[in-house]
């Protein structure tokens, strides 16, 4: 069992960039090391959308086409911590984002192969 908890978000300017972090605590079972990580966000009044994913190894990495070029995932599992640098931000960019963790589907089963959830970390871009 895992405990993901988000941060690094907050206002920012057309343009800008944020760096956002997942924390994972690991209570039971398997480490950090086992799991792909998911980025997803959440639009004010728009469906939950997949942002970034990365393999257990950080080996692949997808992205959603309008985070390609602007957005890198990474991650550290010796600090149990997964990253998501957002540059060249947009105001539809705005959103909740959130991170989860899925261990036997993986990203190639998008939101509903995830198995843990964060809570989200608010994001807003605007001038």
């Known amino acids: 069992q895992l405990q993901l908890v988000e941060s690094g978000g907050g206002l920012v300017q057309p343009g800008g960039s944020l760096r956002l972090s997942c924390v994972v605590s690991v209570v039971s079972g398997f480490t950090l090391d086992y799991y792909d990580i998911g980025w997803f966000r959440r639009a004010p009044g728009k469906e939950r959308e997949g942002v970034s994913c990365?393999?257990?190894?950080?080996?692949?990495?997808i992205y959603v086409d309008s985070a390609k070029g602007r957005f890198t995932i990474d991650r550290d599992n010796a600090k149990n911590t997964v990253y998501l640098q957002m540059n060249s931000l947009k105001p539809e960019d705005t959103a909740v984002y959130y991170c989860a963790a899925s261990r036997w589907v993986g990203c190639p089963g998008g939101a509903s192969g995830m198995d843990y959830w964060g809570k989200g970390t608010l994001v807003t871009v605007s001038s």
């Open positions: 990365i393999s257990t190894g950080g080996l692949s990495t």
